[in-house]
């Protein structure tokens, strides 16, 4: 790719100079970067910014003087930058030696707030406050938190349409095994809450936003854990009617279904059924083709742009990887991102609409509390179970490599929870403007 294609208009910043021994005339055509440990001179380009990664995140480079005296400042300057250890024959090379610096002393980078804060996005995700389950928004970085639902039903899992009018979700009523989870749908703003069928998990929407898909409960008694599910059928909103998949009769145990955003694909993982163990499968969504991606793991999530999936290989890691979702039999490439927790569990990653950002869950191993009405014993990480300590937070999925939660700084992730009160299963999503909800 060609850098200097990435250059925008930007305002100017001003920036310290801390290198006394340098002429003034030097100090006038210099801009200078102090980075932790590292400083770095930046020549620039009429308050053009120019977007360069940098090790594992990208850094704006404000620059200052034109471009067509950029190459004899250089050359005149250059025997007095010797310092530094580089000699510099463009303005291409001396960006790439800036870039290069500052991933080489792992300059401090701002904190990740500061680039979710902006984002025209929401997050909706499930709480547990004041005996009940509860489905709230907020913003990106966690403000504006606002309960949706306050109802005195349990509402969790929630999945919102791709273009932002409505979110689809579960209400359980009763307790025990006497439990019925059903699907219900409403505007993403809380408004026009409607049931839709009884004893249904599992909701996730086709790219239509028109048809819902979600997985029939195994049995007529109540069982909490996740691939208690026994077939796949789509609810249409327009028409009001349920039609099953074309190859229900086939899919067994399978839990925490989505579509690919083409259309063609629903990625779903599957336990004990369907002759395997355990895998994450690529199912066609208008025929009866079944791939095992042959990945470790549950809980995958495509991303918006349809370009990379992501999971949980285990417990204590979520990884992102490249993934062909238009090729004739889709196989995931090389991992990308991987966040590690060793001592949390980490669950439920979600993308954001843009596919520059990761939600996930992260919180201590626990098998729920009975005490609280509405949930049951089992693994935290599933829906209906009680998990206190746990949080939403989000990271860059632009980054490149590992990151472990227990070794991070604010520039790694960002809370967007942070009372513990069981926040899980995030979803993101933009808001559509207030006049294109459904009615």
Known sequence: MNPWSMLGRDRDVTMRCPYPGMSRAMHRRWGWLENGKSIVPIASVEMWRFVCRCGSSLMPICLKTSLTGMTSALNHDLCRLHSFGRRISSALSW??????????????????????????????????????????????????????????????????????????????????????????????DGANRKKLVDNAREPFWAPDNNAIGFLPQEFSKFNVIDYSTKGMSFYHLDEGKIEPHPNSSSLHHLYNPSYAPNGKWIVATVHAGMGVDHAILLIEARGKRIINLKIPGCRPCISPDGKQLAWGPSDHELTTAPIDLDAETPAVGERFVSVLDKTNHIYHIDWSPDSRYLSLSRGPVGKGDLSKPGTFQSACEIVGVYAGGWDILAVSAERRGILDLNAATLSDYSMVTTNGLSNKESAWFKPAARGKLKP
């Open 95 to 188: 960006v790439a030696l800036a870039s290069s610096t500052i991933g080489l002393f792992g300059a401090e980078q701002a904190p990740l707030v500061n680039r979710l804060t902006p984002l025209a996005f929401k997050i909706a995700y499930e709480s547990y406050q004041v005996d009940n389950w509860e489905i709230l928004v907020s913003n990106p970085d966690g403000s504006n938190p606002i309960n949706l639902t306050r109802s005195k039903e349990h509402e969790h899992y929630p999945q919102v349409s791709p273009d932002g009018t409505r979110i689809c979700f579960t209400v359980d009523t009763g307790e025990g095994r006497e439990t019925v989870r059903s699907l219900w749908v409403m505007n993403s």
